[in-house]
């Protein structure tokens, strides 16, 4: 197995004959059987873990940070030092805790595995010799793939046709110019970038076409060695801030648990008790389910998003697409249907010609490459009956020349029909090809020709210029795109889509910006911009753009409607001016987008996109529109604020409670709430916290941008921290001097206290208004209920001896329920004075 791994890292160096016979294929490529054969014994397909396996993993996660590592060794020390009872209670609470967190992040997890089935990447590939579509993933060595423009490169391959093939190789060498690719046979020492004859995994083709041997899949391809040594997950900006967040927090938790453990032990509390005390402490105040509540609120948020047409390949771009302020798109398909029909073919005169049609309908006809809406609606052309001529040869569309050439014998002679931007195939024509068939010099009526080019453009029509040339040779390269004849213009109309006023309104209102990219006229695009109510657009052309400095661009690309005329290395260059001033998405589908998508902060893609556009994207829309892309940022809203909702709950009164049990324990004589009591306690409130992911939210919380504000959080903890300490002060001289409470009774009452505080201020953190104005979910509202309702029972049932806890005297109970309904309504009135006093954002 070794010396065939050897082998394959040197594949460029045999020909398609040898890598025929090593892994039994031909040019027809492998049958089903084989593959089937292939696949069962191949490892390397399966390079996920079995969902037994990734269960399992889960599982140990919820228990491996080191404060539930250090809790679960007390346990068993407790109960090795013969306290069985208590470490049996501690242990059950603790795996039920890390249980349902289990159950929860599996469900999250589930629907993220779903999301990435439906969008998953596929190849052209030969099989039986026919031609068929498969997932990449079930791609074997022996198989042999047919690539076109837009087209990811699933494995490692030796080339075996190219027809101006170019790769695009950055990410493995760096080079960001696309390279050429050709069949053949090379030194084994060539190096990486100069191995021509190859296709490698991650890389995609820019234009052209080709068919590829597969040789090398899975980790043993260059890119799955690369990615195994150097995975790392990039933590998106959200991402970041929460766990320092959750590091900020467990630091204040660990000092003062450790605090808490020296004092009790001087003070004489047992070792054992005193540590499980502190332990427990530590895991009630730490954030524990701050990354179980993320990933459940994301994906709770991505399940709702595929059921409106939008899929999420990160969870984490869920939160990213909830504080986009600015859209930048390209107008077609987007601003316009995207269903492009020819509205006419005319010649240079402006006049309808049969003539230019035919080559145009031959051009588009006979173009296999790069797919696009032009060809397919040239296609549908109807010429007169005339007999087809037969291909000799095609140069692909590429975005540096901006055209697609076409040689054909006619049975007469040789033609070469080239067509493309109208500026490109002017700039390669030396002559002109009038009404009456004559062939004038180009330079007689280069200003007729522009002044064409700007009527029809005003006139909201695409355009595309056509020219051709007879020559003798019967093959084609780029060098022979000169000195060619114009012949005419193919006016094209893509109609403003139907309800898109309505769609820009409705990102309006969410506070999101649109601006329109696209390569197109600046006429043309004036003419859309018109048509969806921007009366005045401020437009960038390419050329521009060109001329402006950084420090320039910067300033006026807040400012523009529209960039017009821009090249595809362009976009990225504006998006990342933009970056400056605002979170902007990009929304495209072409090969000429995948910069742009990888430039902004939420790079948005179709389903019907190329792979490498779809492959680079965040998102992915089942419908280009903008109305779905309305509801994706809605929801991502959502989710940005059930997530900060468990930040504020966790930050003020959670920490607040215990840390004054953690104040009480330094006073007391006896411990005021037991080890196991405090992690009931964080048990039973852990069902109401989870289900927050789902909560409703406020429509005025939805139409902002949602951005992490630190110092918001910090004063609110701050505030709603001392408030909730001031209410436990009070509970705390209630119990001891007015109802004189002995040890057990003051524990029981804390307890019921602390959970039925923390059960009802959530209603009160959830919303900005006053509770009784926001209406909560009903799990939310059920679920703290139920829980409310165990709570006041707990204390009543046979084995409540066993969790330390008694039954309460009727004054005890009205007493601490007086206490919770004062907590609860007077941090209603401060919420709402805190949000308006807006000093609090800037302290």
């Given amino acids: 197995m070794e010396a065939e791994q050897n082998l394959k890292t040197k594949f460029w160096n045999f020909d398609k004959n040898y890598w025929y016979q090593q892994l039994h294929s031909s040019d027809n490529g492998l049958s089903q059987a084989e593959v089937d054969k292939l696949y069962h014994f191949s490892p390397e397909h399966r390079r996920g873990k079995s969902p037994l396996q990734k269960d399992l993993i889960l599982f140990i996660r919820q228990y491996k940070s080191p404060l539930m590592l250090l809790l679960i060794g007390a346990v068993f020390l407790s109960a090795f030092l013969g306290d069985e009872t208590d470490g049996i209670i501690i242990l059950f609470i603790v795996l039920s805790s890390g249980t349902l967190s289990f159950i929860q992040e599996r469900n999250a997890g589930r629907v993220v595995e779903k999301l990435q089935s439906m969008i998953a990447i596929k190849s052209m590939v030969m099989r039986d010799g026919q031609a068929r579509e498969i997932e990449s993933s079930l791609i074997v060595p022996g198989d042999i793939l047919i690539f076109q423009a837009g087209d990811m490169i699933p494995a490692d391959c030796l080339i075996l046709e190219s027809n101006e093939l170019h790769a695009n190789e950055a990410s493995l060498t760096g080079e960001s110019f696309p390279v050429r690719k050709n069949s053949g046979v090379l030194d084994e020492q060539t190096e990486l970038a100069k191995r021509t004859n190859c296709l490698w995994e991650g890389s995609s083709v820019i234009s052209g076409s080709g068919k590829a041997l597969v040789i090398a899949i899975g980790d043993d391809t260059i890119f799955g060695n690369i990615a195994e040594s150097a995975s790392v ?184 029909i080239s067509k493309g931007a109208f500026e490109q195939i002017r700039n390669i024509c030396t002559s002109i090809r009038i009404s009456d068939g004559q062939i004038e010099d180009i330079l007689q009526h280069k200003g007729s020709l522009e002044q064409q080019f700007l009527q029809y453009g005003e006139n909201g029509y695409r355009v595309i210029g056509v020219c051709e040339k007879i020559i003798a040779e019967t093959s084609i390269s780029k060098d022979q795109e000169t000195q060619m004849v114009f012949v005419g213009f193919i006016l094209l109309n893509d109609p403003v889509k139907a309800g898109i006023t309505e769609a820009i309104n409705e990102l309006h209102e969410l506070q999101v910006q649109l601006k329109i990219i696209t390569g197109d006229n600046q006429n043309v695009a004036r003419s859309i911009a018109k048509k969806i109510g921007i009366n005045n657009p401020v437009i960038l052309t390419g050329q521009n753009l060109l001329l402006m400095s950084t420090e320039a661009l910067d300033i006026k690309v807040k400012e523009t409607h529209i960039f017009a005329e821009i090249e595809p290395q362009q976009k990225e260059h504006v998006i990342q001016s933009l970056r400056k001033s605002f979170t902007v998405a990009y929304m495209g589908d072409g090969i000429n987008d995948v910069s742009a998508i990888n430039a902004a902060d939420v790079g948005i893609s179709v389903e019907n996109a190329v792979d490498i556009a779809r492959s680079a994207a965040d998102i992915v829309l089942l419908e280009k529109n903008l109305m779905v892309l309305a509801e994706g940022i809605r929801e991502g809203r959502k989710t940005f604020t059930n997530t900060l909702k468990y930040i504020l709950i966790n930050t003020g009164s959670t920490f607040g409670n215990m840390f004054s049990v953690a104040i009480a324990s330094l006073i007391l004589s006896y411990l005021p709430m037991l080890p196991k009591q405090i992690l009931l306690t964080n048990f039973i409130t852990d069902f109401p916290y989870l289900s927050i992911a789902s909560d409703n939210v406020d429509e005025e919380q939805i139409v902002m941008p949602g951005k992490w504000d630190l110092k918001l959080i910090r004063n609110y903890m701050i505030i709603f921290g001392i408030h909730s300490s001031l209410f436990d002060l009070i509970t705390f001289l209630i119990l001891l001097y007015v109802l004189k409470a002995p040890e057990s009774r003051f524990q029981t009452a ?16 959830r919303t900005r208004k006053n509770f009784f104005k926001s209406k909560p979910s009903k799990y939310l509202i059920f679920i703290s209920l139920a829980g409310a309702v165990i709570t006041l029972a707990l204390p009543y049932v046979s084995w409540a001896s066993k969790i330390g806890l008694v039954p309460l005297p009727l004054i005890n109970i009205i007493t601490m329920l007086i206490i919770v309904a004062a907590y609860v309504l007077s941090a209603d009135v401060l919420k709402v004075w805190f949000y308006k006093n807006k000093i609090f954002r800037t302290l």
């Fill in 233 to 416: 997950d990039v933590q998106t900006e959200f991402e970041k801030n929460i766990n320092d967040f959750g590091y900020f927090l467990m630091k204040i938790t660990l000092i003062l648990s450790i605090f808490i453990l020296i004092v009790n032990i001087l003070q004489h509390k047992g070792v054992i008790e005193s540590a499980l005390f502190a332990l427990a402490l530590a895991v009630g105040m730490a954030p524990e389910l701050l990354p179980a509540i993320t990933t459940i609120a994301m994906s709770a948020g991505a399940d709702r998003l595929l059921k409106k047409k939008v899929i999420v390949k990160k969870l984490s771009s869920i939160q990213n697409l909830g504080e986009v302020n600015l859209l930048c798109t390209d107008k077609t398909g987007t601003i316009t249907e995207g269903i492009i029909s020819v509205f006419g073919v005319v010649d240079s005169s402006g006049k309808e010609s049969d003539y230019v049609k035919t080559l145009a309908f031959w051009n588009a006809t006979f173009e296999t490459g790069y797919i696009n809406p032009i060809d397919v609606a040239l296609r549908n052309l109807k010429i007169e009956s005339s007999p087809m001529p037969k291909k000799l040869g095609e140069l692909p569309f590429d975005f540096i020349r901006k055209r697609l050439s076409i040689l054909v014998n006619t049975g007469q002679e040789n033609i070469l």
């Fill in 750 to 765: 804390w307890f019921i206290e602390s959970i039925l505080t923390e059960l009802f201020i959530l209603f009160i953190i």
